[in-house]
Nanobody, 120 residues
């Protein structure tokens, strides 16, 4: 499956941004979808994941209550709504896909990243 992320940009602290990730190539419904992020000098970290049905979601503690992951089967797209953004959310955000949904999963398929910069 091919993944194309978009929606990154520059936003002030406290603001919101919505990332999108369009999937193609294989049936979208087969895959749990993920968002990861990586800041300069840091390891890549799990942000959120959503099951194939959309009924099960997982979030990193650092974003819980601020970020919402969702998916649209008709558009073959997964979203990450990011609210109350903080400077520490600055990172390259990447989407990924796998048959399993848990936060410990290392997804099989990855898209390119989109840069989110949060200014203080």
């Amino acid at each position: 499956v091919q993944l194309q992320a978009s929606g990154g940009g520059l936003v002030q602290a406290g603001g919101s941004l919505r990332l999108s990730c369009a999937a193609s190539g294989r049936p979208f419904r087969r895959y749990a979808m993920f968002w990861f992020r990586q800041s300069p000098g840091k390891e890549r970290e799990f942000v959120a994941s959503i099951s194939q049905s959309g009924y099960t979601t997982f979030y990193a503690d650092s974003v819980k209550g601020r970020f919402i992951i969702s998916r649209d089967g008709a558009q073959n797209t997964v979203y990450l709504q990011m609210n109350s953004l903080k400077p520490e959310d600055t990172a390259v955000y990447s989407c990924a896909a796998d048959a399993d949904v848990g936060p410990a999963v290392v997804p099989e398929y990855w898209g390119q990243g989109t840069l989110v910069t949060v200014s203080s």
